[in-house]
């Protein structure tokens, strides 16, 4: 049965901009791959209530599960919970849980739970809260779509509460031989060795290094005794390669 | 007039794996934010031939330019060019041009133009090359896609190949106002301003720094006059703010 299947919305001008480097794309997927959850498919969209809607929509129908990044602060430029309610035709307010949850973390910082922070506590209607342990303002899954933070430490630690929860598929054993010669050498016999394993997915990944081309070689399948056997078969026609 | 616009399809398993992490988003970003062209969407998606297509055919329809990155290498996973020429409609085989360039290389290099490496010659009709300074296998434009590589060094040589050639806008002038208040604080009167005035766009970006929260404050826009209307107004609004 193939793995459950997964979609990554970031929303943000910032990182479009190029002002912010995005670092959540990296570190979702590597929490799914762990995860055995296929991220199949990352857009980066503006801070645009319809183009969060569209692309949630899009995302939330093709793949099991949706996470997005960004946009749930308390200034004007953070629409991402009202975009999601109304990509679900939900209505969205304050919500006495999430209100309660801040209200308690405020009251012991000495922080003031005013009018722009409760907009925080705006949750759809049947949605269920993420816990943010780092700044508590919580995050909130509807359906099949995780709504966390942007800041990678709380985007982060969300994804830590989430991910783990999700019922994931068969795990991917990978194994990698890196071999010193450029792809352009290797192609061929390599093409043949892909076809003769369909079921394994085989990557070809160039590096250069010291003046030289070579090649990493990645097969990821979750069948160990077939990945065994396509190991094999590489390290006999590439006898110079070095398993990683 | 608005600036012209831009979509990126960044095209690899490894990035939605997580083996690898992006850092053309990033670059490309700069690079068009300095070009004074809106990059409006990113896309990741994997190697699959029909998603691909789907992914270039929205992003070519929705914006000015698209550029594509990864998947134009001499291996069996590399079907970029197949899926541009194909989402087009458009033949495509070894260009006499392209095996030439990559000939006259690779015979000062002794390196043997194979098979393999000559999947890198095959360029869709009518699409004009994109040199590629430091490998040399090219990239291409077909109508308003720019398909490139998508290892990093590669990548950046054929964006400051094409962008400087595309026709930008009026360049973005951005003003960045750090203020050591958490974005619950400001966020009130930050609303008013960035209300009073439309036609910058105000962005609120926190951070967290020796335990205490602050919010970086950026405003864009074209018109300088405007701008420093925006930024007086801030800095009455917020004293303790520090122009970075």
């Not at 002002?19 to 991220?39: C, S």
């Not at 109304?86 to 209505?91: E, K, L, N, V």
Request: charged share 20%.
């Amino acid at each position: 049965m193939a793995n459950p299947t997964a979609g990554f919305l970031v929303i943000g001008d910032e990182i479009l901009s190029g002002r912010t480097k995005d670092v959540n794309v990296g570190y979702l997927a590597e929490q799914l791959t762990r995860a055995a959850i296929d991220l199949k498919e990352v857009r980066i969209v503006d801070d645009n209530h319809q183009n969060i809607m569209a692309a949630v929509q899009a995302l939330s129908q093709r793949w099991d599960h949706v996470f997005t990044s960004g946009g749930i602060g308390p200034t004007h430029d953070d629409i991402t919970a009202d975009a999601i309610a109304a990509a679900f035709d939900t209505p969205i307010d304050v919500r006495e849980d999430a209100r309660a949850l801040m209200a308690a973390h405020y009251q012991k910082a000495g922080v003031e739970l005013n009018q722009a922070r409760l907009r925080m506590a705006r949750i759809p209607d049947g949605a269920s809260l993420i816990v943010n342990p780092v700044s508590f303002a919580p995050g909130f899954s509807l359906k099949n779509v995780h709504v966390m933070a942007g800041v990678p430490s709380v985007f982060q630690a969300m994804v830590d509460m989430v991910v783990p929860e999700l019922k994931g598929g068969k795990a991917l054993i990978s194994r990698t031989l890196k071999i010193d010669r450029a792809e352009g050498d290797i192609a061929g016999p390599l093409a043949t060795i892909a076809s003769a394993f369909p079921a394994v997915s085989i990557g070809s990944y160039p590096f250069h290094r010291a003046g030289r081309y070579g090649s990493n070689v990645v097969c990821r399948c979750s069948d160990r005794p077939l990945l065994d056997r396509v190991m094999a078969e590489l390290k006999s026609t590439f006898p110079e390669g070095q398993e990683q």
